[in-house]
Structure formats: structure tokens, C-alpha cells
């Protein structure tokens, strides 16, 4: 056999177990499994806001999964297997699809255990919990959705920080949208439209991004679909899709979801599209999950956010983020914890990599559904020829030049006190 036959072969043998492992994941949609429904939503807003959300064991057991979870564990024991027996226990994409299986077979067991606690014990494996240190001795997610609360406090009474007023219709935005994604990626790549059947103002899909009907936009709001959805969610899609090996990098397990959420909301910054709102969503979403945690229940969390000032409905909707797929006494559903716990992650990544001078590996970040620790393994596949860089990328990471200037400074200045710092501008500031 020659080499290039021998290289086309083992080419293919990966795409087969990859293709496999894409089949296998396509009927898991977790966000649809553990979702409450609207009678659970309109009883709780007829009751005032005075009663548990009526859910419980029983009522996810009246929702079947749309799979046959036992079957589905299995099949993705046989892929990581096949793994194994086709390119042995040490390759490096192998590794991955294992791993991809792995996870995939936990999520699995997630949904079995709805309604119980153990959906959220096994939440925090995949999702990671509020209570975790990024380093030993350094603060945890809950102390830093604590710290950035302080620091929105500090500015909320502004009246120069006031959010934009909301003017621009869902048609509106779409055609703004739809004009600025096509300047990234061409006219035909991606689709906006509207949708009555979302319950956020948007949502990506594989090439589109849908908007709600009856929301409401302002220019602010836009630019931040822009590079949260388009330029990050459907960009690295896209990327995944192109891969002519590695198909798996289309599709994103929970390790990916941190850095999906990470990129996304590191470009809203970046990009100069994010604000103390948004930002202070974020923050209510990541104390929202400690308090479950520490054992609160719903009508604990959903009065944590009745005093931020927001209406009963919203109250609800933002509750019951941390606590589908559980008991509304139950532990939490972490997932929310990624855009905080994925920026800092993405944006300490970034930062050694511009320290060691290792710029190369920046933009590998948007070749698929990436996960942090597969980035070195991603390089030398890249060189290898499974996994083709990005096709789209945003252009704050085509140009390496001003994001790595910007590094350089904040590498610096993590160096200085901001004690001492406020100590001694306490008499100009």
C-alpha cells in the first residue's frame, strides 16, 4: 500500500467514526427535554406569584424523551469503541471523539434523572458549578457575579448609561441584521427571519438566526446579535460544517458550550456591543444558579429578581432558567454559568497564548465547536490536514495585530493593585 493510500484510508475511517458520532447526537436536544411548558408559566401568573411552579418527577416522566435512552447510550458505547479498535487508545482525534461520546452518554443520563437530584449533580459535571475556583485560591463564579453586581450598582443611577430606547420592530431588525451578517459572510450564507415560536428575542440556528415577532430592538441590541449570534454561534458552525474530516466539529457537547459562550461574549466586548444591561443579565443569571445551589428554591430566586425591578412574568421566565429540568426546591440546571465561566476561560487562553507568542492558535478557537482543552491537539491536526482552519472569522481575530497589542497591555496591568491604585487616586478620582 502507498503512503497517500494509506493516508486516504486512515482519512476516511475518521470521517466514518466522526459522521457516526453527528447521526448519534442529532435526536438530543436538551433544551426542548427539560423546558416548562406555558401551563406551567400561566398558572404560576394567575397564582400572583404566590406558588411553586407545579412541576415535579412525575411531570417529566409525562414527557417522554423523543429517544430511546438506553439504545442511544449504546450506540455511542459502540462508536467509542469502534474508536478504539480503529485508531488505538493513544491518537489524538481519537481522543477527542471519545471524549465527545463520553459526554454525550452523561447528558443522556442527565435527562433520565429529570426531576431529580441527580440531573443536577450531573449538570455541575458537565456545566461546572457556581461554587468553582478557576485557580486554587482564586475567587469563584459567585464571587465574581457578586463583584461585577457591585460595580453595576456603582454606575446604574447614571442617567447617561440609560439603555437606548427599544424602536426598531422585528422586521426592522431582521433587515438591519440580515444587511450586516451579509457584509461578513456573503448574501445567501446566512438567513434572518422572523419566528413566533421562540421564547428569547433571538435564536441561532446551523445558517440562520430567527428573531421574535414581537420583540422589540434598539441599534445597541443589533449589534450585539451580530457578533453573540452571527459572527460567533452560526460563524463557527458554518467552520464546522466545511470540515471535510473531522465532522464532529459541526456539533458541540457541553465542554464546547463554555467555549462557544466564552467567544461570544469576549466579542460583544471586544466589539464594543455589550452594556451594563446585558452585562448585569449575565451576572443575575450566575447568582441566580448559587442560590439554588446554597438551597434556595423557585420563589426565593424569582424574588431575587422581583427586588432587581423586573415584572412578575419576567421574574418568572429568568427563574426558571436555573431550575428546568430539576424541582422548583431542586438543585440548579448550570448551563447559564458558561458565558461567565467561558469568557474568563477564552479570555486567560488569549492572553498566554500572546505572552508565549503562540498567535497561531487564536484563531483555531473558531474552527468548529472547539473545546479549550483540545486546543493543542487542534493545532497539530490542523497541520496534519484533518481539520481545515476557519473559513469565517470575525475581524477583530483576521488581524491578530490590535488584539494582540491589547493583550500585551492587560498582561501588564494584572501585574499592578488596584488597592494601591485607588489609594492613590483617591485624591483625583
Same mark, same amino acid.
Given at each position: 500500500m502507498t503512503r497517500r493510500k494509506a493516508s486516504e484510508d486512515y482519512h476516511q475511517v475518521i470521517r466514518a467514526l466522526s459522521d457516526r458520532i453527528v447521526a448519534a447526537q442529532t435526536p438530543i436536544r436538551v433544551l426542548d427535554a427539560i423546558k416548562w411548558d406555558d401551563g406551567v408559566r400561566q398558572a404560576f401568573i394567575q397564582g400572583k406569584g404566590r406558588q411553586m411552579p407545579a412541576v415535579d418527577r412525575a411531570y417529566y416522566e409525562g414527557r417522554p424523551l423523543a429517544f430511546d435512552s438506553a439504545a442511544k447510550k449504546l450506540e455511542f458505547q459502540n462508536i467509542e469503541r469502534d474508536i478504539t479498535r480503529q485508531l488505538g487508545q493513544f491518537n489524538p482525534v481519537g481522543q477527542i471523539m471519545r471524549r465527545m461520546c463520553k459526554e454525550y452518554r452523561m447528558v443522556i443520563r442527565m435527562l433520565e434523572a429529570r426531576g431529580t437530584e441527580d440531573f443536577g449533580l450531573i449538570s455541575q459535571e458537565l456545566y461546572g458549578a457556581a461554587s468553582d475556583a478557576f485557580h486554587a485560591g482564586d475567587p469563584t463564579l459567585a464571587d465574581l457575579g457578586l463583584m461585577l453586581s457591585d460595580y453595576l450598582n456603582n454606575i446604574a443611577n447614571r442617567g447617561d448609561l440609560k439603555d437606548e430606547a427599544k424602536t426598531l420592530t422585528a422586521p426592522q431588525a431582521v433587515e438591519m441584521l440580515q444587511a450586516r451578517l451579509a457584509g461578513v459572510f456573503g448574501d445567501e450564507t446566512i438567513r434572518v427571519f422572523e419566528s413566533d415560536g421562540i421564547v428569547a428575542d433571538a435564536a441561532a440556528g446551523a445558517d440562520y438566526i430567527k428573531i421574535r415577532s414581537d420583540a422589540l430592538f434598539n441599534e445597541r441590541d443589533v449589534r450585539a446579535l451580530e457578533v453573540h449570534e452571527g459572527l460567533v454561534h452560526v460563524g463557527t458552525t458554518l467552520n464546522g460544517l466545511s470540515q471535510p474530516i473531522c465532522t464532529f466539529l459541526a456539533k458541540g457537547p457541553p465542554s464546547s458550550t463554555v467555549t462557544q459562550e466564552g467567544l461570544a461574549i469576549l466579542m460583544e466586548v471586544i466589539a464594543f456591543a455589550s452594556y451594563p444591561t446585558r452585562l448585569r443579565k449575565l451576572t443575575n443569571r450566575t447568582r441566580a444558579i448559587h442560590m439554588a445551589e446554597e438551597g434556595a428554591d423557585f420563589l426565593q430566586v424569582y424574588e431575587f429578581y422581583r427586588e432587581q425591578g423586573f415584572t412578575l412574568e419576567d421574574s418568572y421566565s429568568n427563574a426558571s432558567r436555573a431550575f428546568r429540568g430539576s424541582l422548583p426546591n431542586g @438543585?440548579?440546571?448550570?448551563?447559564?454559568?458558561?458565558?461567565?465561566?467561558?469568557? =474568563?476561560? =477564552?479570555?486567560?487562553?488569549?492572553? @498566554?497564548?500572546?505572552?508565549?507568542?503562540?498567535?497561531?492558535? =487564536?484563531? @483555531?478557537?473558531?474552527?468548529?465547536?472547539t473545546t479549550l482543552e483540545d486546543m493543542r491537539t487542534l493545532r497539530q491536526l490542523v497541520d496534519e490536514g484533518l481539520v481545515a482552519p476557519p473559513k469565517y472569522l470575525p475581524p477583530q481575530f483576521r488581524d491578530l495585530n490590535a488584539l494582540s497589542a491589547w493583550m500585551c497591555f492587560s498582561n501588564f496591568l494584572n501585574h499592578l493593585s488596584l488597592d494601591r491604585i485607588e489609594a492613590d487616586y483617591a485624591n483625583i478620582l
Open positions: @438543585l440548579p440546571f448550570t448551563k447559564d454559568l458558561s458565558y461567565l465561566k467561558g469568557f =474568563i476561560l =477564552i479570555y486567560n487562553y488569549i492572553q @498566554l497564548a500572546v505572552r508565549k507568542g503562540k498567535l497561531e492558535q =487564536i484563531p @483555531l478557537l473558531f474552527c468548529g465547536k
